[in-house]
Antibody, heavy 120, light 107 residues
């Protein structure tokens, strides 16, 4: 079955760029919406944004000025870049797959999550 | 941004009991509401989408109801593995938002 795996640095310095990749295995990245969601320590979930396999994106307005999500269909991967990070960006970052349209906002496959700490 | 308010914050129940979790939206989300279960150190698991549809592989003891602003997740008879945190999530309006969670704990 489809599995997702996040990868990237676990420690990022303030003001720098957080970069994560999600690798999709056991299935194709095509024809689905792919999302990044984060969870600060001990807190709830925040949807960062999503990308369709064709490349169209939508970002949470609270992060829009700092976020870029991209897709590489040849590698079956999608990626997150979050610029100018602060301690408030410390969180577990999850990648997830949306159900087929129009239910794309419901995430049926999740990665295990990766902890990113912003600290000097 | 639509705010989802979940109640209660904590629900203390025994195995075999019925659990009723509430999610209220600050404005109508139609039926674009999902429920997730999250255990410590794990990623969330989709239970219900579009307010009442069980996701693949989800046991029948989980059911969802509601539309508009008031939604309910019911677990008909709690199994030991059901003790966890439950989140609701809407995407009628972008950005999709999550509730703050309800913790179902063993009494």
């Amino acid at each position: 079955q489809v599995q997702l795996q996040e990868s990237g640095p676990g420690l990022v310095k303030p003001s720098e760029t957080l970069s994560l990749t999600c690798t999709v295995s056991g299935g194709s990245i095509s024809s689905y919406y792919w999302s990044w969601i984060r969870q600060p320590p001990g807190k709830g979930l925040e949807w960062i944004g999503y990308i369709y396999y064709s490349g169209s994106t939508n970002y949470n307005p609270s992060l829009k000025s700092r976020v870029t999500i991209s897709v590489d269909t040849a590698k079956n991967q999608f990626a997150l870049k979050l610029r100018s990070v602060t301690a408030a960006d410390t969180a577990v970052y999850f990648c997830a797959r949306g159900l087929p349209y129009p239910h794309y906002y419901s995430f049926d496959v999740w990665g295990k999550g990766t902890t990113v700490t912003v600290s000097s | 941004e639509i705010v989802l308010t979940q109640s209660p914050a904590t629900l203390s129940l025994s195995p075999g009991e019925r659990a009723t979790l509430s999610c209220r939206a600050s404005q109508s989300v139609s039926s674009y509401l999902a429920w997730y279960q999250q255990k410590p150190g794990q990623s969330p698991r989709l239970l219900i989408y579009d307010a009442l549809n069980r996701a693949t592989g989800i046991p029948a003891r989980f059911s969802g109801s509601g539309s508009g602003t008031d939604f309910t997740l019911t677990i008909s008879s709690l199994e030991p593995e059901d003790f966890a945190v439950y989140y609701c999530q809407q995407c009628n309006n972008w950005p999709g938002t999550f509730g703050q969670g309800t913790k179902v704990e063993i009494k």
